[in-house]
């Protein structure tokens, strides 16, 4: 009986019942995107912590990060 050898991988099915878990589902399909933000605000921090003036602005600093996050995740409020 024995099927195909996977080579030592495995499938993963993610399934959502639409409408129901729309939400849930975005979520997933968005995934890698909030990944690569969430790198590149890291990044930007590191920069900030390396790089930056001790007499530069915390609050400054702080709103500074927040419009990169949302540059690169416009819809950050509508997925939230």
């Known amino acids: 009986a024995g099927g ?3 080579g030592g991988t495995v499938k993963a099915i ?3 019942m639409l409408p129901d878990d729309a939400a849930e589902h ?3 399909l968005n995934g890698a995107r909030y ?3 969430l790198h590149d605000v890291d990044c930007y921090l590191r920069n900030i912590l390396k790089y930056a003036s001790p007499h530069t602005d915390f609050r400054t ?3 500074a990060t927040r419009n990169l996050l949302r ?3 416009p819809d950050l ?3 939230l």
């Open 14 to 16: 993610l399934e959502f």
């Open 61 to 63: 600093e702080l709103q």
């Open 71 to 73: 540059e690169l995740v």
């Open 35 to 37: 990944r690569a933000a």
């Open 4 to 6: 195909a050898s996977t």
């Open 26 to 28: 975005q979520l997933a």
């Open 77 to 79: 409020d509508d997925d």
